[in-house]
């Protein structure tokens, strides 16, 4: 809620991200009509699985394969090409139930989570 505040709500349509207007006077003059939302947009299978990887990769024990899934709504086969590159650079664990950080991954995690974002 506020100023500039930004918004995640997931349904299942997908993953609905939202900006409110910045400026504490737009923001007010839109929330009084009921419209302080100046951008939603759903995030697309790409920006979903790198959304996900940045959130589930810098925690130690990433995130079972079946709830990225449940979160996304896509099958975890989009992340088969990352993940093959982040195993052979040694910055994921080789788990095929579960997508985690190895030491290494941890301490190049930017490395590592942009193996998973598009472009």
């Known amino acids: ?3 500039g505040a930004h918004g995640k709500l997931t349904t299942p349509e ?3 991200r939202t900006r409110n207007y910045a400026g504490p006077d737009a923001y007010l003059a839109r929330a009084a009509e009921g419209a302080a939302t100046a951008e939603a947009a759903f ?3 790409a920006d979903a699985a790198g959304e996900l990887a940045l959130n589930a990769l810098r925690l130690r024990d990433g995130i079972d ?4 899934g449940e979160r996304t709504g896509l099958s975890p086969e989009i992340l088969a090409e990352p993940r093959r590159r982040a195993e052979a650079l040694g910055l994921l664990e080789p788990d095929p139930q579960r997508l985690a950080p190895t030491a290494r991954g941890r301490s ?3 490395d590592l989570v942009g ?5």
Do not use: E, N, W
């Open 1 to 3: 809620l506020g100023a």
């Open 14 to 16: 997908g993953i609905l």
């Open 43 to 45: 995030l697309d299978c």
């Open 65 to 68: 394969l079946g709830r990225f």
């Open 108 to 110: 190049f995690l930017d």
């Open 115 to 119: 193996l998973f974002l598009p472009g």
